[in-house]
């Protein structure tokens, strides 16, 4: 009998309040960050967590998507959003994905890392599936990566770890493990909480 992680069984229940709550104020990093991948036609690309499919409306018409994510009842919310676009909606977990590597041109990490259990998985999962040249986005909040963690934002991110992200993740360590890639893009935004970055694989 398959047992949801926590995560899971919070954002099944999260699920219909999700987009009232996000949509507006994530809108403009994704944007940018679909801008900075820079999707060009016929291209394969990888939606890690697509969650209810925010991205899809921003998402270039002439390229095969597909997207995974764990929860059942978003994916419901992401196939209706889709419409009648030729969009592949997956239910799979992100920390083990059962793709064969080197099988997608680009992947899209849009608050994912900093979600998932594994944030660290979640990213060398994705990784280990881009073609070589390949190129990674990701929109994530992330800890300063000098000096410790406050004992307010401790605290702050324990009360916030019961909304199911992690505000206490540093970009280093979710990136740890993967030393084979270029940084060809990197911004903050929102006062330094949030992150844009473009990588490319070799």
């Not at 764990?70 to 059962?98: C, K, W, Y």
């Not at 390949?134 to 000098?146: L, S, V, W, Y």
């Not at 401790?154 to 199911?164: D, H, P, Q, T, V």
Request: glycine share 8%; aromatic share 10%.
């Amino acid at each position: 009998m398959h047992v949801p992680i926590p995560n899971q069984m919070l954002y099944r229940r999260f699920a219909g309040w999700y987009d009232a709550l996000f949509e507006g104020f994530f809108r403009k990093g994704r944007e940018q960050t679909l801008s900075v991948l820079n999707i060009q036609p016929g291209e394969k690309l990888f939606i890690s967590g697509i969650g209810t499919g925010l991205d899809i409306p921003m998402l270039p018409r002439d390229a095969l998507i597909t997207g995974i994510d764990f929860n059942d009842e978003m994916l419901v919310i992401a196939r209706h959003r889709a419409g009648e676009r030729p969009i592949t909606l997956l239910q799979m977990d992100a920390q083990n994905l059962s793709f064969e590597d080197a099988t997608f041109d680009a992947a899209l990490l849009n608050l994912i890392i900093s979600v998932a259990p594994d944030g660290n998985r979640v990213f060398r999962e994705a990784w280990r599936m881009l073609k070589p040249g390949g190129r990674m986005a990701i929109f994530d909040k992330f800890a300063p990566e000098t000096g410790k963690i406050s004992l307010f934002r401790r605290l702050a991110g324990a009360i916030i770890n019961w909304c199911g992200t992690d505000i206490n993740r540093r970009l280093s360590d979710m990136l740890a493990g993967v030393d084979d890639y270029a940084v060809e893009y990197h911004q903050t935004l929102i006062h330094g909480l949030y992150h844009i970055l473009l990588l490319r694989k070799p």
